[in-house]
């Protein structure tokens, strides 16, 4: 059996380097191509697909990894503990602020040595076919962290070991999850199912071949879906798009509201330059997008409802003050995308801009992802719009990953502030679940209050199916389930 993934999200993988995994544009193809140390199931359980056992000892602050015994790469070469234990080494050695790896004892300090990955960090080591951390300080869930495609493993002699880059930075290492790459264009890529692995049972990976097939939702709702093909996409595209005009209700599967949409501001910008001003252009975006869209979800919050520390819209207030005169004639530069599901933002901001009368330059330049982020922090754009995710089962985790310093580019204007770092450090420590809505609370004002990132709105992801197939039901620990996790029933 084969399944048809017809992505509107994204458009084909731009990297191999579990380093960019956690780029939306890789993570499907990263999920398919390599195992990573933990994963979450069906049930929304912790489970591995490279480890007999696992455990975290909170009494000792450690965690055990056991490896099971004849797994292999691709290319035929035994998945090892050093291999196992390198994924996380590596992505340590890069990110040592990174949530969960900042605890593993003498990492800093050995990161900040920068003398490559020849030595492990202490609290990183193998006893045979055992992998140990040593953590300091008290952690709640830290191994699932270990869930994520930024610890795919790949084999040790890909890597240069003095510099920790890979040694072939364009041709993919050789793989270690439950699919191999077949075939690849810019329309679509094909996985096939591999031979020599240990699935975990056969229902799990019911599909032989999964495809990823790269179009616009316009293109995509015209297509007459067949059996085994699934749309996904993002609630601004099916919103814009006539996606829903022919379908049955239950052939159409959304997840829960768990994802959430901001505005980010250069606030070295005339413009943007102070609290109130992003605050004021933020809240016309809003009005705009209600006025627009009135069934989009529009928000003030970060968090959403699945998650401790939520604060309705009317529980954050914006500014009274009229700030018209500072946006007057004054120039915004916007990346010039017309389609996707950024593109309705996009359009709702160019509506703002002419209300204020503001002169609108838009950058024509390559649209790609990582030149758009680049003309962000170098000044060439004023603003850009983005979205992400939290996960319900470990919030406090991707919070902090999120605002990892030197991780998400995109984010650079938030590094220099110490009141979200500060907040996070209370975060962390915190180990009295009873205080941790108030935190979260007090985190989620002041990301309102500052918005050097505007949350503007939450929404949700939708599967669609052909009208004689539904979805089953998939998990909800993590904001993206696997892509052979999508398991469809005939009606």
């Known amino acids: ?33 390599y195992s990573t140390p933990l994963m979450i199931n069906s049930n929304n359980e912790l489970t591995s697909s490279v480890f007999s056992e696992f455990n975290f000892d909170e009494k000792n602050n450690s965690a055990k990894f056991i490896l099971k015994q004849g797994l292999l790469f691709s290319d035929g070469q035994k998945i090892t503990t050093q291999d196992v234990a390198m994924s996380i080494a590596r992505f340590g050695y890069f990110h040592p602020q990174f949530p969960v790896i900042k605890k593993i004892e003498g990492l800093i300090e050995w990161a900040n040595r920068k003398k490559g990955l020849i030595h492990f960090p202490k609290g990183l080591y193998i006893d045979k076919n055992e992998i140990h951390i040593q953590f300091i300080g008290k952690m709640t869930n830290p ?20 510099t920790g880059q890979l040694i072939d930075k364009l041709a993919p290492a050789p793989f270690s ?55 996904a996409g993002f609630e601004m595209d099916y919103i814009m798009s006539g996606c829903d005009t022919s379908s049955k209700s239950q052939s159409i599967k959304w997840l ?11 606030p070295t910008l005339d413009i943007f330059n102070s609290n109130e001003k992003r605050k004021y252009f933020s809240e016309l975006v809003r009005k705009q997008l209600k006025k627009t869209y009135p069934n989009l979800q529009v928000e003030r919050g970060l968090f959403s409802k699945l998650l401790p520390g939520y604060l309705s819209f009317s529980d954050l207030s914006t500014t009274n003050i009229n700030l018209e005169k500072d946006f007057l004639n004054k120039e915004i530069i916007l990346p010039n995308i017309n389609e996707g599901p950024s593109s309705l933002i996009y359009t709702s901001i160019k509506k703002v801009a002419i209300e204020l009368k503001m002169k609108i330059k838009m950058n024509d330049q390559n649209l790609n992802q990582k030149n758009i982020v680049d003309d962000f922090v170098t000044g060439k754009l004023s603003m850009i719009f983005g979205g992400s995710g939290f996960w319900a089962q470990d919030p406090i985790g991707d919070l902090e990953m999120y605002f990892t310093k030197n991780f998400h580019k995109t984010m650079t204007f938030t590094w220099a502030d110490d009141g979200i770092y ?37 929404f949700r992801r939708f599967y669609k199916t052909a009208d004689n197939q539904k979805l089953k039901e998939l998990p909800q620990a993590v904001t993206s389930p696997s892509p052979w996790q999508l398991k469809l029933i005939d009606l």
């Open 1 to 33: 059996m084969n399944l048809n993934i017809i992505n509107t999200e994204v458009g084909p993988p731009d990297s191999f380097d579990p380093n960019d995994a956690d780029k939306t544009q890789n993570i499907m193809a990263m999920r398919l191509l």
């Open 422 to 458: 500060s907040r996070l450090e209370s975060l962390d420590a915190n180990t009295d679940d009873s205080k941790t809505k108030k935190l979260m609370e007090d985190f989620n004002t002041y990301i309102f209050e500052q918005s050097i990132v505007a949350p503007i709105l939450h």
């Open 256 to 266: 829960p509201a768990s994802r959430f949409g901001l505005l980010r501001f250069n």
């Open 143 to 162: 191994l699932f962290r270990f869930c994520l495609e930024i610890f795919s493993i790949i084999p040790t002699s890909s890597i240069h070991l003095e």
């Open 177 to 231: 999850g439950f699919f191999k790459l077949q075939e690849k264009s810019a329309e679509q890529w094909i996985f096939a199912k591999r031979n020599n692995i240990e699935i975990l049972n056969d229902t799990d990976i019911p599909y032989r071949k999964i495809s990823l097939t790269f179009k616009n939702i316009n293109s995509a709702c015209e297509l007459k879906l067949k059996k085994n093909d699934i749309i």
